[in-house]
T-cell receptor, first 113, second 114 residues
Framework: DQQVKQNSPSLSVQEGRISILNCDYT??????FLWYKKYPAEGPTFLIS?????DKNEDGRFTVFLNKSAKHLSLHIVPSQPGDSAVYFC????????????FGTGTRLQVTL | DAGVIQSPRHEVTEMGQEVTLRCKPI?????LFWYRQTMMRGLELLIY????????DSGMPEDRFSAKMPNASFSTLKIQPSEPRDSAVYFC????????????FGSGTRLTVV
């Protein structure tokens, strides 16, 4: 049972435009959410996170939005750059589970020139 | 800092053989995680250790899988006997404190069981 879902396996965006990656979750106990970025032949790297007490967190070109009622979060990248081409994983955790993260299946972003 | 080091990078083995994957976490990190990546299920947590003690192994798929952390600088994930459906990329990650989620992942071991 996939508790964190990324329904778009791939996304293609032109350089300079906005990239929007989506993530849905089913476990209402999740209260902390993260995005990881993965390049080929490398491990995932932490990108940005958000606590359930917030609905938005911004870090440079990256913004994560959280809609708790819809159990949905999204990652916005503005403007998109070719170096952003990678696989993006959404992850979630719940209080009391220590460091345990539940990941989605990932979305491959391709930023074209 | 060399980061999280995994070996081997690639492993091809025949069904039924024993496979051992290795991980060296970042020095000073006291939590270690083993994840498996597949197309269908994404990144799945197999097991994690805190201060060398297994905390949660509920993600270990079967008794064929076992993991150890004999000291703070080394962990192994063993599959015996291996099966074709075990083919995946296995990642090790570490973090400084329990409850911190900004893991540092290794580069992974791509396992192919034929």
């Amino acid at each position: 049972d996939q508790q964190v879902k990324q329904n778009s396996p791939s996304l293609s965006v032109q350089e300079g435009r906005i990239s929007i990656l989506n993530c849905d979750y089913t476990n209402s106990m999740f209260d902390y959410f993260l995005w990881y970025k993965k390049y080929p032949a490398e491990g995932p790297t932490f990108l940005i996170s958000i606590s359930s007490i917030k609905d938005k967190n911004e870090d440079g070109r990256f913004t994560v939005f959280l809609n708790k009622s819809a159990k949905h979060l999204s990652l916005h990248i503005v403007p998109s750059q070719p170096g952003d081409s990678a696989v993006y994983f959404c992850a979630a955790s719940e209080t009391g589970t220590a460091s345990k993260l539940t990941f989605g299946t990932g979305t491959r972003l391709q930023v074209t020139l | 800092d060399a980061g999280v080091i995994q070996s081997p990078r690639h492993e091809v083995t025949e069904m039924g053989q024993e496979v051992t994957l290795r991980c060296k976490p970042i020095s000073g990190h006291n939590s270690l995680f083993w994840y498996r990546q597949t197309m269908m299920r994404g990144l799945e947590l197999l097991i994690y250790f805190n201060n060398n003690v297994p905390i949660d192994d509920s993600g270990m798929p079967e008794d064929r899988f076992s993991a150890k952390m004999p000291n703070a600088s080394f962990s192994t994930l063993k599959i015996q006997p291996s099966e074709p459906r075990d083919s995946a990329v296995y990642f090790c990650a570490s973090s400084r404190d329990r409850g911190r989620w900004d893991y540092t992942f290794g580069s992974g071991t791509r396992l192919t069981v034929v």
